[in-house]
């Protein structure tokens, strides 16, 4: 017997939710049940269930009555959001230094020197959205959300952040040169965890943050009409 994947309302939510990170969805885009159900070819009872959880994530905002849009960024919601993240993730990367097994070193190794070959000329040869390298990234982070397998609320709460920065990303418009750098700055992290350092994660898990924030801000600025 072949299990199915999902229900209806897990793939509405999956879809407008892929959607809505890689900009489809653009912040303040009117979120309907009719349209939305018309376009996702299924009935309005499970959209209503994907909006419901998109609410919850922080994806959507309520205006008013039957009245549902895309939610809106600015830059002190991204301000807000790395406060956050550098105290879950320059946690996450000490605890994933100490924790991680023999065999999560091993990936993390393997990842920092894939990042190591990620150059202009490697994400030329990537689509134009830069799935590839952000693949990569997910797997970067999957590797240190195992390690912290005795920590569930903290990879969750991470979970929670990453969701909502994918998204800035986007509206940021990441450029090739910055991506060659943040590459260079995660491989710097992996080889510490791998390294078992956790002092050095921590700190090289700092410069990232510090420097991809700058380098976002730059972006919404740079934007502004």
């Given at each position: ?7 209806a309302a897990d793939r509405a939510y999956a879809t407008l939710r892929t959607a809505i990170i ?142 909502h920065l994918a998204r800035v990303r986007r509206l940021a418009h990441d450029d090739d040169a910055?991506?060659?750098a943040s590459a260079s700055e995660h491989g710097a992290i992996a080889a510490a965890i791998a ?31």
């Amino acid at each position: 017997m072949v299990q199915e994947i999902g229900t209806a309302a897990d793939r509405a939510y999956a879809t407008l939710r892929t959607a809505i990170i890689d900009g489809e969805l653009a912040p303040g885009s009117s979120l309907a049940e009719v349209d939305q159900a018309q376009r996702l070819g299924m009935s309005r009872t499970p959209v209503r269930e994907a909006f419901a959880r998109l609410t919850d994530d922080g994806l959507a905002t309520e205006l008013g009555p039957r009245t549902l849009v895309v939610s809106t960024i600015d830059a002190d919601d991204v301000t807000a959001l790395f406060d956050l993240r550098r105290a879950l993730d320059e946690q996450a990367s000490r605890l994933a230094a100490r924790r991680a097994t023999p065999e999560q070193r091993e990936q993390l190794r393997t990842l920092a020197e894939r990042f190591g070959n990620v150059t202009t000329s490697s994400l030329a040869d990537d689509d134009a959205g830069r799935h590839g390298y952000y693949a990569l990234v997910t797997e970067f982070d999957a590797t240190i959300d195992q390690a912290l397998g005795r920590s569930p609320h903290l990879a969750a709460a991470i979970g929670r952040v990453r969701t909502h920065l994918a998204r800035v990303r986007r509206l940021a418009h990441d450029d090739d040169a910055r991506l060659v750098a943040s590459a260079s700055e995660h491989g710097a992290i992996a080889a510490a965890i791998a390294d078992g350092d956790a002092e050095r994660a921590a700190h090289a898990t700092h410069l990232h943050l510090h420097n991809a924030l700058t380098s976002i801000h730059a972006h919404l600025k740079g934007s502004t009409p």
